[in-house]
């Protein structure tokens, strides 16, 4: 379970975001807001990486561990963008593999993974040669492959075409109730809020 | 922060690892000679002394390469003025003024010379010049190595006749203008012209005693007296002279490639054997003659010395012994090698060493009066100062 | 935090300190106290006597004059080939294929100007006897002539690869290379050229922030000493060149008027910045005056014509060098009438080859060695502040710190505070000193390319359990290869054409191919020199070659990014 106990967000002083909930495991909380209000940068907070521009209060419990004071790649909490964000100098396996934990079984196991989503065969080629949907979901098997313990989600299908933004929506979302982790989703488009159940928050720009 | 220590370590590694070798460099059979290294026949001739040393007495000769002799005089003068003990510098080549700098700020190791075995080849009770640097006694601070003569060179190619004294110089300037140069005052061989210019011209001076006034120590009211012909022919020299006067050379080198690229026509040099060896490397054009002038020949004697505070001072005495020897001292006068004249005195070596010094080369380029030539002195050292120092007003725009 | 902050504070102590402590030991005799010489009282007379002294008001004068006409030159002459280029997509390629010329050291480029211009040069001797008639070279007064035109020429040329390396790596710069052609798109559509568009519209962006840079190059500039002496007047010379003469002078008062020619150079230099900022202003001022399409048009329409031209007699100006030194150094007898040597020989080569051995090797050694552990400090600092970016942005501004310090005024004392305390080992002094210049470098050129890389992407590798090392070694160092190369083989380059840090760290007794060079070239043996320029450009070309090799982007290939 992931909790956000009494956080707020700071930025020159003043509060610009307010947040007080508790995400169970397989369950999605939303957020949605306009641009600049705020919800990537709780995100950024969530994951450890808060950048200087703002301050923070509150605490982050994941699991019943306190993460307030533990560095982003320790805390085993997997982050989407909008972008597929594959590394560019990797090929599809080699991005899949990068997070993964277990050494036994690598291959056999992205090829599995790749087959589930279609991929197969596609392991050898390079992030560029995708197309975007494509690589949406490499970007989704690298995420899963490295079994983080929470998933943000930070406007994940806003960069696709509308055709795919369906098909690719449903997928990821399936696939992250089936991990059963806590998700923390942020994004603007009201579609994605109806497909998932769980808590929806509205941000207006100041609180 | 693993990545952080881990650089760390590696940097530290490398940092012990430079002061490890450094250590290792320590060497104490090693000479280092500070010597100018624009010449790669001379270069060349210091490298064989080298191979001859480390044969004989396991020493490592390191030639220092300098651009300019007062680099070593300020080296040395720095690690005085921070007083620590350990010297970098052996052994230097140098004469005159740099000789008087380095004496009077006590920056040299007194009295070795006249122990060195061979320096009783030099018979310098005949011979005054091997005592007196520029007129400074050298109190066996400083040994000798050769002798050098102001010579002249011409491109044969465009004249037949060149001027034999300091007036027809000017007269021949003038039939063929902007064919003559010489290098600014603060170079060695640019205030040694100047020299010359204001011995020639006060050889007939009116005051017998002026030419004694010369050779001792400065005095304005002579100063005047005797530069005012001077004066009145750099004028006129100037005015048809390369780029007018206007522009001076830096050094003795550049001088030298305005010769090879023909936009001069005569030059000079003290060392006369540089001239048929620069010709066989292409250096200069092989039209090139040379000569001595009638007038006189600006002679000075060239030494090495060792500072106070060389690290191997017992291995700079062994070198300066050999550079005295009578092998290395012909191989220097040979025109091939260096072409510069010997210090030694014919008279107090024995046959076998006297056969060394015979050599056949004549070369078309090499100098063929010098056995007429009559010497000149240097100037009293203190003359040298107020000399450039009036130049520079006179002719610095 | 204080462990994040240790390599910040190391680089920039270990290049400050240096530099400002040896300007103050410079600077102090000036104003009376040099113990060494028994002087411990403060006056002013030194200056006094400096400033009566005959030509002192016309050495300063020309120095202020041709740094900032050169740089001006150098800046207009890179905005109109940028202009031009850019248009046709051809600048990065270009800029590019510049860069071997920007580590060329300055004399080897001093005298392969001097051969192609002088009266007895390469080009008249092409020309005659058939063209001009002469039999013997003319005595014409360049180069060094009496104005320093040439010598300003001269180093505006020297300058012009830099200003265009640093004008292309702002442009193509990711965020920014779209967003310029959008500008200029729009100006199209407002009726201007693609050629005003770029010198109103962008040139205003890109310079803010090459303005430090060309801050430092306008102070390097004005205490440059290869190209004044060799191409530049007598008298008087630049006020640089008078301070190493003094400070070579046998007469060891002279050392105290060095020191006061040292504060002066920093005056001039100073003043030099000065000048720089009027003139930018002025610029600023016509910018606003040419904002209508059709001024704007029908002023830069006639210069797009002359930059073709421009560019091919730069070119073909330095081809003609290039092949004059290639063929002196193996030319025999070379008489004024012959378009050719009439023989040739290799006996320099030769006589080279056998003398460079040790010069050779430690010169390589001790650039490949300041290269890396300038790479590895500033690699080490980049990573350790990469989540403080006030703090990467002052190392950023200190760094400048010993570019804007002549180095001819801070490197005597730095090198007799340096050799004072590391006694022991002369390499490991040159070493340190060799640090203080190259680091700079070092820096400027790796930490744009850094951050640069999108910072998500390093966000997305450490949310996937890669700690700060393995996001280094994954993910920063493959994307970043190219980029670690080309600093690695501008490091060593530097280091190479080193001359002053050598000699004095050293204390002379440890020879580079460019020391060697140095003392050749008070010699006559032009042929020699010859060779050394050659090897002395050849050595950062194998570097940058071997870099291009090792990451991965062929022997000389350039490419869109600065990498």
Not at chain 1, 122 to 127: K, S, T
Not at chain 1, 192 to 199: E, P, R, T
Not at chain 2, 267 to 286: C, H, M, Q, W
Request: proline content about 5%; aromatic content about 10%; overall charge neutral.
């Amino acid at each position: 379970m992931l909790e956000l106990q009494n956080v707020k967000i700071y930025q020159n002083g003043k509060v610009i975001l307010s947040v007080n909930e508790q995400v169970e495991p397989g369950q999605f909380l939303t957020i949605m807001g306009r641009s600049g209000s705020g919800k990537s940068t709780l995100l950024n907070w969530i994951a450890g990486q808060l950048s200087s521009d703002f301050n923070a209060k509150g605490s982050l419990i994941l699991n019943g561990k306190r993460l307030d004071n533990v560095a982003t790649e320790r805390r085993q909490i997997g982050l989407m963008y909008q972008d597929a964000l594959l590394f560019p100098h990797m090929t599809v396996e080699q991005n899949i593999a990068f997070g993964m934990k277990q050494q036994m079984n690598k291959k056999q196991i992205i090829h599995d993974y790749l087959q589930s989503v279609d991929l197969e065969g596609l392991g050898e080629r390079m992030p560029d040669s995708l197309s975007g949907g494509q690589q949406s979901r490499v970007s989704l098997l690298r995420l899963m492959a490295s079994e983080p313990k929470a998933i943000l989600l930070d406007e994940p299908f806003s960069n696709l075409d509308e055709e795919v933004k369906i098909t690719t929506r449903q997928f990821v979302l399936d696939q992250l109730k089936q991990t059963s982790v806590p998700v923390v989703m942020v994004t603007h488009d009201k579609e994605d809020a109806n497909a998932v159940s769980g808590k929806l928050i509205s941000l207006n720009s100041s609180c | 922060m693993v990545l952080n220590s881990y650089l760390k370590y590696v940097f530290w590694g490398f940092l012990a690892l430079f002061s490890l070798t450094a250590y290792s460099q320590n060497n104490v059979t090693t000479v280092y000679f500070h010597a100018w290294g624009g010449s790669p026949q001379i270069n060349q001739y210091i490298n064989w002394v080298g191979e001859e040393v480390e044969r004989n007495h396991g020493i490592k000769l390191k030639h220092v390469k300098l651009s300019n002799t007062s680099d070593a005089v300020t080296l040395v003068l720095t690690q005085k003025a921070s007083n620590k003990t350990a010297g970098t510098v052996d052994l230097i080549w140098l004469n005159g003024e740099n000789f008087a700098s380095m004496a009077e700020h006590k920056l040299l190791l007194e009295s070795w010379a006249e122990d060195l075995p061979n320096f009783r080849l030099t018979n310098a009770l005949d011979n005054g010049d091997i005592t007196y640097d520029f007129g400074v006694s050298t109190l066996g601070r400083e040994s000798p190595w050769g002798r050098a003569s102001l010579v002249f060179y011409y491109n044969s190619e465009h004249f037949t006749v060149p001027p034999s004294d300091i007036n027809a110089l000017l007269a021949w300037a003038k039939t063929v203008p902007y064919r003559f140069t010489y290098p600014h005052v603060d170079d060695f061989i640019g205030i040694s012209f100047v020299k010359y210019a204001l011995l020639a011209l006060n050889q007939n001076a009116d005051y017998e005693s002026d030419k004694e006034l010369l050779f001792k120590p400065y005095d304005e009211e002579a100063f005047n007296r005797v530069t005012k012909q001077l004066w009145q022919y750099l004028d006129q020299l100037h005015s048809v002279m390369w780029r007018k006067g206007q522009f001076f050379v830096k050094d003795s080198g550049w001088l030298k490639r305005l010769f090879d690229d023909e936009e001069i026509l005569l030059s000079y040099t003290f060392s006369a054997g540089e001239i048929p060896s620069a010709v066989d490397r292409f250096e200069l054009p092989k039209a090139t003659r040379s000569y001595f002038m009638e007038d006189g020949s600006l002679s000075n004697v060239h030494f090495v010395t060792i500072p106070f505070n060389a690290p191997n001072a017992e291995g700079a005495k062994i070198v300066a012994n050999f550079l005295l020897s009578p092998v290395a001292q012909a191989k220097k006068s040979q025109p091939s090698v260096w072409g510069d004249a010997t210090v030694l005195d014919s008279t107090v070596l024995n046959t076998q060493q006297r056969a060394l010094f015979l050599s056949d080369d004549i070369h078309p380029s090499a100098a063929s009066n010098s056995a007429n030539t009559r010497k000149l002195k240097e100037l009293h050292p203190t003359w040298i100062v107020p000399l450039k120092q009036a130049w520079k007003a006179r002719y610095d725009n | 935090m204080t462990i994040n902050k240790w390599p910040a504070v190391l680089l920039c102590s270990l290049i400050i300190l240096p530099a400002l402590g040896g300007s103050i030991a410079v600077v102090l005799p000036a104003f009376g106290y040099l113990p060494a010489l028994e002087q411990t009282q403060f006056t002013f007379s030194i200056f006094n006597q400096l400033f009566s002294s005959q030509g002192f008001y016309s050495s300063v004068r020309l120095t202020i004059m041709s740094s900032v006409f050169s740089i001006l030159i150098a800046v207009i002459t890179s905005l109109i080939f940028a202009a031009y280029y850019y248009e046709k997509r051809k600048l990065a390629s270009l800029s590019t294929s510049l860069r071997p010329l920007l580590v060329l050291p300055h004399a080897a480029a001093a005298i392969a100007i001097g051969f192609v211009l002088a009266p007895s040069g390469i080009l008249i001797r092409m020309l005659s006897p058939d063209v001009t008639g002469f039999v013997l070279p003319p005595s014409w007064a360049i180069p060094n002539d009496g104005f320093g035109l040439v010598m300003t020429l001269s180093l505006a040329l020297k300058e012009i690869p830099f200003i265009m390396l640093l004008m292309v790596s702002v442009i193509y710069q990711v965020q920014r290379t779209s967003l310029f052609n959008q500008y200029v798109s729009a100006a199209q559509s407002l009726g201007y050229s693609a050629f005003s568009s770029f010198i109103l519209i962008l040139w205003p962006q890109i310079y803010p922030l090459i303005r430090l840079p060309i801050f430092a190059v306008l102070v390097y500039t004005s205490a440059s000493i290869e190209i004044p002496l060799i191409l530049g007047p007598s008298s008087p010379s630049t006020i640089a060149i008078t301070l190493l003469t003094s400070l070579n002078d046998v007469d060891l008062q002279q050392r105290l008027t060095a020191s006061a020619l040292a504060v002066v150079q920093i005056l001039v230099s100073v003043v030099s910045i000065f000048i720089w900022i009027v003139i930018e202003k002025l610029g600023e001022k016509s910018r606003l005056m040419l904002a209508h399409p059709n001024k704007a048009n029908t002023i830069f329409a006639p210069i797009k014509y002359i930059v073709r031209l421009l560019f091919f007699i730069i070119v073909g100006f330095m081809l003609i060098a290039f092949f004059g030194i290639c063929l002196l150094s193996i030319a025999g007898h070379w008489p004024f009438k012959s378009v050719l040597p009439l023989n040739f020989t290799l006996q320099n080569w030769m006589s080279a080859i056998h003398s460079i051995q040790t010069p050779l090797f430690n010169g390589l050694w001790i650039g490949l060695t300041v290269a890396l552990v300038c790479l590895g400090l500033c690699v080490t600092t980049l990573e350790a502040t990469s989540s403080s970016i006030k703090l990467r942005a002052l190392v950023t501004k200190l760094i400048y710190v010993p570019l804007l310090i002549p180095m001819v005024v801070f490197m005597f004392g730095a090198s007799f505070i340096v050799t004072l305390y590391f006694e022991f080992s002369p390499i490991f002094s040159v070493l340190l000193l060799h640090f203080v210049v190259v680091a700079p470098y070092v820096w400027i050129a790796l930490v744009q390319q850094y951050e640069d890389l999108d910072p998500r992407l390093i966000s997305v590798a450490k949310t996937l359990g890669a700690s700060q090392m393995k996001v280094f070694v994954e993910v920063k160092l493959p994307l970043l290869k190219q980029t670690f190369a080309v600093a690695f083989a501008l490091g060593a380059s530097i280091s190479f054409s080193q001359y002053l840090p050598t000699l004095l760290g050293g204390s002379g007794n440890i020879d580079t191919i460019t020391t060697e060079a140095v003392a050749l070239a008070s010699g006559g043996s032009r042929r020699l020199i010859s060779v050394y320029s050659l090897i002395q450009i050849i050595m950062p070309m194998v570097v940058f070659s071997i870099a291009n090799l090792i990451s991965g982007r062929g022997l000389l290939r350039g490419g869109n990014k600065l990498a």
